[in-house]
T-cell receptor, first 114, second 114 residues
């Protein structure tokens, strides 16, 4: 079965530290890739997405992610985190042509200490 | 532009009861997807409705059913509730055919089954 794996369940960083959250998926066909964020008390919001083209995609709030097809990976990065980045982060995949079924990883809780 | 709304916010039921959750899609969106998010897990796809027809289903039993209405709002019904049905239920709307087919999530309904 197709799946998404997020390597880190809980990450604690100090402000200004760099962030990288790992994400791997297990499907060999064409995929569309997403990172969603869920701030405390808020609903899921899209951070960034990859559909085609440049494998390095930039999202909101200074986040970026790199799609490496050979590694089935889509890692999320931010050079310098802020306290306001404290949230839960979800990687998700849709198989191209299957427009409805987002497959999510189990999430990574990021805690940024001021 | 109105975002995705869900009702109720919270709900407490007992085992064996039935529950109906409601979702209003974002303006202009004709597709609604439902997800179940258990505590500490990523959302899991339940099913999707497009033009009032079920358009894809995840690995959930038939006691999970849904409806979509002509105004594209949707209901999720769960019969014979079990303790493991306790979760956050998320609704997401989208408009197929757009370049990115992005799903926009509502705030969710927190269901507790006692």
């Amino acid at each position: 079965a197709q799946s998404v794996s997020q390597h880190n369940h809980h990450v604690i960083l100090s402000e200004a530290a760099s962030l990288e959250l790992g994400c791997n998926y297990s499907y060999g066909g064409t995929v569309n890739l997403f990172w969603y964020v869920q701030y405390p008390g808020q609903h899921l919001q899209l951070l960034l997405k990859y559909f085609s083209g440049d494998p390095l995609v930039k999202g909101i709030k200074g986040f970026e992610a790199e799609f490496i097809k050979s590694k089935f990976s889509f890692n999320l990065r931010k050079p310098s985190v802020q306290w306001s980045d404290t949230a839960e982060y979800f990687c998700a995949v849709i198989h191209s042509g299957n427009t409805g079924k987002l497959i999510f990883g189990q999430g990574t809780t990021l805690q940024v200490k001021p | 532009e109105t975002g995705v709304t869900q009702s109720p916010t919270h709900l407490i039921k007992t085992r064996g009861q039935q529950v109906t959750l409601r979702c209003s899609s974002q303006s202009g969106h004709n597709t609604v997807s439902w997800y179940q998010q258990a505590l500490g897990q990523g959302p899991q796809f339940i099913f999707q409705y497009y033009r009032e027809e079920e358009n894809g289903r995840g690995n959930f039993p038939p006691r999970f059913s849904g409806l979509q209405f002509p105004n594209y709002s949707s209901e999720l019904n769960v019969n014979a509730l079990e303790l493991d049905d306790s979760a956050l239920y998320l609704c997401a709307s989208s408009y197929p055919g757009t370049t990115y087919n992005e799903q926009f999530f509502g705030p969710g309904t927190r269901l507790t089954v006692l």
